[in-house]
């Protein structure tokens, strides 16, 4: 071999170390390099709740609801729908469910401001709490954490009945119903469920004759 080839030689370990020192240090760069799009670089994140949307005093006012009613003197309530408190969506202010309905028969209509075919049944259930007076209570449940848009719907249907908020479901849970929408608890006056509707009520008629079969109560329509 030639002199000149010499000089290369002694080199190639020089070289074979620095090309070894390059790749640590890109290496090093590549995992320093700050991340782009949806990487952070702090604790994991976990997923957000739906905020609940609570209403303002103005707002229940220009709705114009019925007050819900209230607990008569010593009521307590029973049966499964007992240690449930809600919202009034009325006053916001909170509302013992079997305590409330104590004594009287019953209907709960479970709804929420999105669900088409729970805007076609309200405007029944309000002419039918009209024509029922005091003989039974009918209850709007609104089954979504939105109250803002609850109250708006409600005032664009026009419908006055005394409602609820429920944003965990809690009666749907209690009575066992299926997560659908509309869907209408019977509830007898010592608290025990008579019946879970899980329709759409087709009118005023249909409502009465299913009150009158399984809470006994007969309303003229």
Not at 19 to 38: K, N
Not at 138 to 147: A, F, M, N, Y
Request: aromatic fraction near 4%.
């Amino acid at each position: 071999m030639s002199d000149s080839a010499e000089p290369s030689l002694s080199r190639r370990p020089a070289l074979r170390w620095a090309l070894a020192a390059l790749i640590v240090v890109v290496a090093a760069a590549v995992a320093l390099w700050p991340r782009g799009g949806s990487e952070t670089t702090g604790p994991a994140q976990t997923a957000k709740q739906p905020a609940v949307a609570v209403a303002s005093p103005e707002q229940r006012a220009a709705a114009g609801l019925v007050a819900c009613p209230t607990p008569a003197p010593g009521a307590t309530g029973s049966g499964p729908l007992a240690g449930i408190t809600l919202t009034c969506l009325a006053d916001g202010a909170p509302f013992d469910v079997a305590a409330a309905l104590a004594g009287k028969p019953a209907l709960l209509n479970l709804w929420a401001y999105w669900c088409g075919p729970c805007a076609v049944e309200l405007p029944h259930l309000q002419e039918f709490a009209q024509r029922a007076g005091s003989e039974l209570t009918v209850l709007t449940v609104h089954s979504d954490p939105d109250e803002v848009k609850a109250l708006a719907r409600l005032s664009g249907l026009d419908i006055t009945l005394p409602g609820v908020a429920d944003p965990q479901t809690s009666v749907r849970t209690a009575v066992g119903a299926p997560a659908v929408l509309p869907v209408s608890v019977l509830v007898r006056a010592d608290g025990t469920i008579a019946g879970v509707e899980v329709r759409t009520f087709a009118d005023v008629a249909d409502i009465a004759d299913t009150v009158a079969e399984e809470l006994g109560v007969r309303i003229a329509v």
